[in-house]
């Protein structure tokens, strides 16, 4: 038998620190993965596959979708080379922002405001934003 347990704060044992629920549901990722060069999931958490475009470009999607599509994506990886200094991870454009998938670039450039040249490297991605 399932058991609910509802409470509107959380606080330590010494009633020093407490943070209202509403806190906790808002501030915590609502998924996250971490995908290989070829957008394998190696790990994550409420998400169903990758799929890799092409060359630094990849599609995840997301398993419970969320409530819209103006969630927040914190991307990164790892640095190629050191003569290729600047790692960028970032959604491809606010059109491929859906609310169960989206889609990502990634690549280095050495010079400020220079195109991107893609790459394919694993990326470390969190979701923040309310769940459908």
């Known amino acids: ?42 790990d994550s958490f409420n998400m169903t596959s990758g799929t890799d475009n092409g060359t630094g470009d990849f599609t995840y ?5 969320m409530a819209n599509a103006t969630y927040s994506i914190s991307a990164t990886s790892s640095q190629e080379t050191a003569a290729q200094p600047v790692i960028s991870c970032n959604p491809n454009s606010d059109s491929n922002l859906t609310t169960g998938t989206f889609r990502v670039e990634l690549g280095y450039s050495n010079i400020a405001g220079s195109a991107l040249t893609q790459i394919d490297k694993a990326q470390y991605i969190a979701i923040h934003g309310d769940l459908a």
Do not use: Y
């Open 61 to 65: 999607t997301i398993a419970n979708d």
């Open 1 to 42: 038998m399932a058991s609910i347990l509802r409470v509107n704060t959380l606080t330590d044992a010494s009633s020093n620190n407490s943070t209202a629920m509403s806190t906790i549901n808002q501030g915590t990722a609502k998924c996250w993965l971490f995908g290989t060069n070829a957008a394998v999931l190696t």
